[in-house]
């Protein structure tokens, strides 16, 4: 990841954005080494993609942004200052790069703080431009421990909840790496396909599209919400429904989603082979990178 621009939010101002909002060197200490998004990861994120200069779907990473907020007992996020410094960071980006990103979170705050939190905004590109198209992937099932309704019985588990706390996704990949694949797909212990560690699942299914839905205790996809809005406008037919293993490895495509990688074609999944749809691929890319939103 290359930093390339950083604003920090006063998130216990009032008043004008430009009070709220400043700009820093990128590459500036910005936390206090007491911080708890630091010492504890007790924080919430989002990453949007950013092309020309517009963020993509920036009003659905808001909603998702306030959702785990408020899964964590954060203080509500002011959506107008975030929007606005994801907007200021954008616009700098549009300058830099044509394709960006911008990583928006909020901590805690520090241990000894006022309970405001900490807030920043920090625009970014990959070191070296991204391969186009994406290689297909290959991709282990890796079973998350929890039964397929644990976001229901056991909320401070946080399932469904974005937050700072990736060490267990980290460690998937890892693990997904020694198995010889590149991603992962998380599966309750009760037999039901959830989501990747970074990621949202679509399987193509007897000629539908279908997606795990949220009350799985899995993150609503952004990408995947508008991979959707493509296929339905093209006239295809799409589902949210549970799928179980048997029901992802009988599926005939499948892709990852998310919003860095837009929709990345699986080759395999534990060594089962599945077609690699490299025409409906690249429409999907193409669809993904013409959003003005």
């Not at 960006?100 to 705050?109: D, H, N, P």
């Not at 993150?219 to 339905?232: M, N, S």
Request: charge should be negative; charged fraction near 25%; glycine fraction near 8%.
């Amino acid at each position: 990841m290359q930093p390339l621009v950083l604003y920090v939010l006063d998130l216990a101002a009032d008043g004008a954005f430009e009070r709220c909002v400043r700009r820093v060197e990128a590459r500036d200490a910005v936390l206090s080494v007491t911080d708890l998004s630091a010492t504890r990861g007790d924080g919430v994120f989002e990453t949007v993609v950013v092309i020309d200069g517009t963020p993509q779907a920036l009003e659905e990473h808001l909603d998702r942004f306030a959702r785990s907020a408020a899964l964590l007992d954060l203080p509500e996020p002011r959506r107008d200052l975030w929007r606005h410094a994801v907007l200021t960071a954008a616009a700098d980006l549009g300058a830099l790069r044509p394709r960006a990103a911008i990583k928006f979170v909020l901590s805690r705050g520090d241990e000894a703080g006022d309970g405001a939190g900490t807030g920043w905004a920090l625009g970014f590109a990959p070191s070296a431009p991204p391969a186009a198209p994406p290689a297909p992937i290959d991709v282990v099932l890796l079973d998350r421990g929890y039964r397929h309704d644990v976001a229901q019985t056991s909320p401070w588990l946080l399932q469904g909840a974005k937050t700072l706390s990736y060490a267990v996704n980290m460690a998937a990949l890892r693990e997904a790496r020694r198995r010889g694949a590149q991603d992962v797909v998380f599966v309750s212990s009760d037999g039901f396909v959830l989501e990747g560690p970074t990621s949202t699942l679509i399987a193509r299914i007897d000629g539908a599209y279908v997606t795990p839905p949220t009350d799985l205790g899995i993150l609503p996809g952004t990408t995947q919400a508008d991979v959707f809005a493509g296929l339905r406008a093209w006239g295809e037919q799409v589902a949210t429904r549970r799928l179980s293993v048997p029901d992802l490895l009988g599926a005939d495509a499948v892709w990852l989603c998310s919003s860095t990688r837009g929709a990345a074609a699986v080759r395999s999944i534990d060594g089962t082979p599945f077609t690699v749809d490299d025409a409906l691929t690249a429409r999907l890319r193409d669809h993904l990178d013409a959003r003005k939103k």
